[in-house]
């Protein structure tokens, strides 16, 4: 009996030991829990993909259809290729990119705003697995628009890819580092007007003002020069140079600024996620 009893109280003591140090009995990462967060962020937005896979292909392609019914017949080759071939990639990563960010970003808002934030917080999920969970499900929103707008164009307008790695790893860090992005937003936001904020006066302008429509050598000097500090550039451009073969800067360059942004991004989302910046308050 009183074996029984030192073993249990070494037992109970070892357990507190283990719970003092932070370790985990189910190993160094939490494979079940983190599969169930990126599971639930990738069924948020297949269950209601009428409004986040098929209406982002209806956009792209009335975008296509407007600025060919406007100039495209009037306009001559960009790059060496037609306009459409030409346009048809920046409205791609343009919206590969806000569909990654709109997905993190109101996961985090709606469960802050409902209350229910504390569901995602309290399992034992650490820093690194909770952004790794979120970006699951931009990373999957963002490559299932990707696809889906691709083969819409490839069916309409020809479009075929030249480069299938440089296309898939611009496409691949882009969905990162905007779901990164929507991370942030999602924690520093505290009401939809806020998120409205950062979407209208941060997240639309830097998608327009980066070679979506046009290329940076038709700008004014000052323009260009300002253009090259604006990282979705290099995003859009290289996601046009693996579809088309064409670019206005070094597609290498550009793999080195947006994957340097998107390390950057989801360093700043794992320290806030660990200090719980406006998420434990």
Same mark, same amino acid.
């Given at each position: 009996? /009183?074996?029984?009893?030192?073993?249990?109280?070494?037992?109970?003591?070892?357990?507190?030991?283990?719970?003092?140090?932070?370790?985990?009995?189910?190993?160094?990462?939490?494979?079940?829990?983190?599969?169930?967060?990126?599971?639930?962020?990738?069924?948020?937005?297949?269950?209601?993909? /009428?409004?986040?896979?098929?209406?982002?292909?209806?956009?792209?392609?009335?975008?296509?259809?407007?600025?060919?019914?406007?100039?495209?017949?009037?306009?001559?080759?960009?790059?060496?290729?037609?306009?459409?071939?030409?346009?048809?990639?920046?409205?791609?990563?343009?919206?590969?990119?806000?569909?990654? #960010?709109?997905?993190?970003?109101?996961?985090?808002?709606?469960?802050?705003?409902?209350?229910?934030?504390?569901?995602?917080?309290?399992?034992?999920?650490?820093?690194?697995?909770?952004?790794?969970?979120?970006?699951?499900?931009?990373?999957?929103?963002?490559?299932?628009?990707?696809?889906?707008?691709?083969?819409?164009?490839?069916?309409?307008?020809?479009?075929?890819?030249?480069?299938?790695?440089?296309?898939?790893?611009?496409? /691949?860090?882009?969905?990162?580092?905007?779901?990164?992005?929507?991370?942030?937003?999602?924690?520093?936001?505290?009401?939809?007007?806020?998120?409205?904020?950062?979407?209208? #006066?941060?997240?639309?302008?830097?998608?327009?003002?980066?070679?979506?429509?046009?290329?940076?050598?038709?700008?004014?000097?000052?323009?260009?020069?300002?253009?090259? #500090?604006?990282?979705?550039?290099?995003?859009?451009?290289?996601?046009?140079?693996?579809?088309?073969?064409?670019?206005?800067?070094?597609?290498?360059?550009?793999?080195?600024?947006?994957?340097?942004?998107?390390?950057?991004?989801?360093?700043?989302?794992?320290?806030?996620?660990?200090?719980? /910046?406006?998420?434990?308050?």
């Amino acid at each position: 009996m /009183t074996q029984a009893i030192n073993s249990s109280q070494s037992d109970a003591s070892l357990g507190q030991t283990d719970a003092s140090m932070g370790v985990r009995r189910f190993g160094v990462i939490n494979w079940m829990g983190l599969y169930t967060l990126a599971l639930r962020e990738i069924l948020r937005f297949t269950t209601v993909w /009428t409004q986040t896979l098929l209406a982002p292909l209806i956009t792209a392609g009335l975008f296509l259809a407007v600025f060919t019914l406007a100039i495209g017949a009037n306009r001559g080759d960009v790059m060496g290729v037609p306009f459409i071939h030409f346009l048809a990639p920046g409205i791609l990563s343009m919206t590969v990119i806000q569909n990654a #960010f709109t997905n993190t970003s109101s996961s985090l808002l709606v469960s802050k705003v409902q209350g229910n934030i504390v569901d995602t917080l309290m399992p034992p999920l650490s820093p690194l697995e909770l952004v790794l969970g979120y970006m699951a499900g931009a990373l999957a929103r963002g490559l299932f628009v990707a696809f889906a707008i691709w083969l819409g164009m490839a069916l309409s307008v020809g479009l075929g890819v030249s480069h299938p790695l440089y296309a898939l790893l611009f496409l /691949t860090l882009g969905a990162l580092f905007m779901g990164g992005v929507g991370v942030l937003a999602g924690i520093v936001a505290q009401k939809f007007d806020q998120m409205a904020a950062i979407t209208n #006066f941060i997240i639309t302008p830097l998608s327009f003002l980066s070679g979506t429509f046009y290329s940076v050598d038709s700008l004014p000097v000052w323009f260009r020069t300002l253009t090259h #500090f604006n990282p979705v550039f290099y995003l859009i451009d290289g996601v046009r140079y693996g579809i088309i073969g064409r670019s206005d800067s070094s597609p290498i360059l550009g793999l080195c600024v947006v994957g340097g942004c998107a390390f950057a991004v989801l360093f700043s989302c794992w320290v806030m996620f660990k200090r719980g /910046t406006k998420l434990k308050s």
